[in-house]
C-alpha cells in the first residue's frame, strides 16, 4: 500500500493471504473489510501483538497447507489459535468473544502491512467481555498509533 494511504478507504471483500513461509495459503471473505481491524490486551494477544480483523466461520478456504496448521488453546479453550508449523506465523483464530468468527491476521492479507493503520483500537481482554455483565465497563482498553519516523521528525 502507497505510503501515506489510509487502509479503511481500500473496497476489500476476499483477499488472499499467506503465512511468511508461504506453506500454508487461504482466501477469506472479510465481514466488514478492514474496519475490524484491532488488538487485543489479554495475556496471550499481548504477546502475540497481531493486528486482526474479523470473517465469518464460512469464509476462510485453506488453499494450501491445511495440515501444516497448529492449534493452540488456553484458560476456556474457548478461542482456537492456529499457526504454520514451520514457520510459527499466526494466520487465524476463532474468537472467543464471537465463536462464529475468525479474526484474521492482517499481517497475513496480501498487499496489506499493520503498519499501514495509523491508530488500532484495542480491546480489553483482561477484562473479557464474555467475563463481565453486559454493558458493564468499557470494551476498549486503548488506541495503538504507528507514526512513521520521516513524519515524526521536524
Known amino acids: 500500500m502507497a505510503h501515506g494511504e ?10 488472499g493471504g499467506a503465512c511468511h513461509c508461504g506453506s500454508v495459503r487461504f482466501r477469506v471473505r472479510l465481514a466488514n473489510g478492514l474496519h475490524s481491524a484491532r488488538r487485543c490486551s489479554c495475556s496471550y494477544c499481548r504477546m502475540r501483538g497481531a493486528i486482526a480483523v474479523s470473517a465469518n466461520l464460512s469464509d476462510i478456504a485453506i488453499e494450501e497447507g491445511e495440515e501444516l496448521l497448529t492449534l493452540y488453546q488456553f484458560n476456556t479453550k474457548t478461542a482456537k489459535h492456529y499457526f504454520c508449523a514451520r514457520c510459527g506465523i499466526y494466520i487465524h483464530h476463532q474468537r472467543r468473544s464471537n465463536p462464529e468468527q475468525y479474526g484474521v491476521n492482517v499481517a497475513c492479507l496480501e498487499g496489506i502491512s499493520p503498519f499501514d493503520f495509523s491508530e488500532i483500537p484495542v480491546n480489553d481482554g483482561v ?25 515524526s521528525e521536524p
Open 6 to 15: 489510509n487502509p479503511l478507504d481500500k473496497d476489500i471483500d476476499t483477499i
Open 127 to 151: 477484562s473479557h467481555p464474555s467475563d463481565r455483565p453486559a454493558g458493564s465497563g468499557p470494551s476498549l482498553a486503548g488506541v495503538l498509533r504507528f507514526i512513521p519516523a520521516d513524519e
